[in-house]
């Protein structure tokens, strides 16, 4: 059995948001941060597949294409702290 797979390829364009903070680490100079971000690419379109077996077209599930992601990090000042 054979299987290929036919795609178109598209630009997708979308967009990102976040929002984060640092916080000096009680009176040392240990700073941490933390910082959330969301992705969307919007909409993926179906790819089609055929089966040159039997010749039947089948079509994988499109969907929304999203990422999230949570950073976090430490990091040291050397040198006085005011």
């Given at each position: 059995?054979?299987?290929?797979?036919?795609?178109?390829?598209?630009?997708?364009?979308?967009?990102?948001?976040?929002?984060g903070g640092e916080l000096?680490?009680?009176?040392?100079?240990?700073?941490?941060?933390?910082?959330?971000?969301?992705?969307?690419?919007?909409?993926?379109?179906r790819a089609r597949t055929?089966?040159?077996?039997?010749?039947?077209?089948?079509?994988?599930?499109?969907?929304?294409?999203?990422?999230?992601?949570?950073?976090?990090?430490?990091?040291?000042?050397?040198?006085?702290?005011?």
């Amino acid at each position: 059995m054979r299987i290929n797979s036919i795609t178109t390829p598209a630009d997708h364009f979308g967009w990102a948001a976040g929002a984060g903070g640092e916080l000096r680490l009680g009176a040392t100079n240990w700073i941490g941060r933390v910082e959330y971000l969301h992705y969307d690419f919007g909409t993926i379109e179906r790819a089609r597949t055929y089966d040159n077996g039997n010749g039947q077209l089948l079509f994988d599930k499109g969907g929304r294409q999203t990422i999230d992601v949570v950073r976090g990090g430490v990091s040291y000042k050397f040198g006085a702290m005011p």
